[in-house]
């Protein structure tokens, strides 16, 4: 089983850029989607971007769209997700998720990282 493991979270400035990295403990196979999400306090999780393993197509929530970009390192299994312009609504903790379709639906998601704290203050 595929472990996924989050880091580069921290607290920022509004304004500020943070990267994200998502490494896999294993090989991720070319028909999965690997996805972040994000939950802030008393709010459901919600869809940030996701990738395709294997072609690249690339699909953004709208309010990221222009600020955050999402990208992979497939020999070493690693997803990024380098986001500008942080504003204090962008405060979450960030998920990592893995799943085998194109979808923003959490539940469609098997497997998850433990999560990273990001913080924006305005």
């Known amino acids: 089983q595929v472990q996924l493991t989050e880091s580069g979270g921290g607290s920022v400035q509004a304004g500020d850029s943070l990267r994200l990295s998502c490494a896999a403990s294993g090989r991720i196979y070319s028909s999965s989607v690997m996805a972040w999400f994000r939950q802030a306090p008393e709010k459901e999780r919600e869809f940030v971007a996701l990738i395709r393993w294997h072609s690249s197509s690339i699909l953004y929530a709208d309010n990221v769209k222009g600020r955050f970009t999402i990208s992979k390192d497939n020999p070493n299994n690693i997803v990024y997700l380098q986001m500008d312009s942080l504003k204090p609504e962008d405060t979450a903790v960030y998920y990592c998720?893995?799943?085998?379709?194109?979808?923003?639906?959490?539940?469609?998601?098997?497997?998850w990282g433990q999560g990273t704290q990001v913080t924006v203050a305005s």
């Open positions: 998720a893995r799943g085998s379709r194109y979808t923003t639906s959490p539940p469609e998601y098997f497997t």
